[in-house]
Nanobody
Framework: QVQLVESGGGLVQPGGPLRLSCAAS??????MGWYRQAPGKQRELVAR???????NYVDSVQGRFTISRDNAKNTVYLQMNSLKLEDTAVYYC???????????WGQGTQVTVSS
């Protein structure tokens, strides 16, 4: 059974850091990433990383967020620095199966940026 388990969300002040983790299990994964959904908005891509470490980011987080992965642990991380009020959202881990076209989602973790 495929599972993606996120951790690390919480309440942080503007300008502060937070690190999310997502432990994946149950199959072999290729690309992995983080998405977020703020209240009243559509889910959007935050960052993605390939098995070889190539990354891409949404413009609004470029230079502030860093995605990384540990292939041996099937874990993907999102280091978030200089957090802004508008980064408040539920953050979801996503992973594509290495074989086939299936994609999997975590349950989401709340990130709230507030003073």
């Amino acid at each position: 059974q495929v599972q993606l388990v996120e951790s690390g969300g919480g309440l942080v002040q503007p300008g502060g850091p937070l690190r999310l983790s997502c432990a994946a299990s149950g199959t072999i994964f290729s690309d992995m990433g983080w998405y977020r959904q703020a209240p009243g908005k559509q889910r959007e891509l935050v960052a993605r990383i390939t098995t070889h470490g190539s990354t891409n980011y949404v413009d609004s987080v470029q230079g502030r967020f860093t995605i990384s992965r540990d292939n041996a642990k099937n874990t993907v991380y999102l280091q978030m620095n200089s957090l802004k009020l508008e980064d408040t959202a539920v953050y979801y881990c996503n992973a594509d199966a290495f074989v086939g076209t299936k994609t999997f989602w975590g349950q989401g973790t709340q990130v709230t940026v507030s003073s």
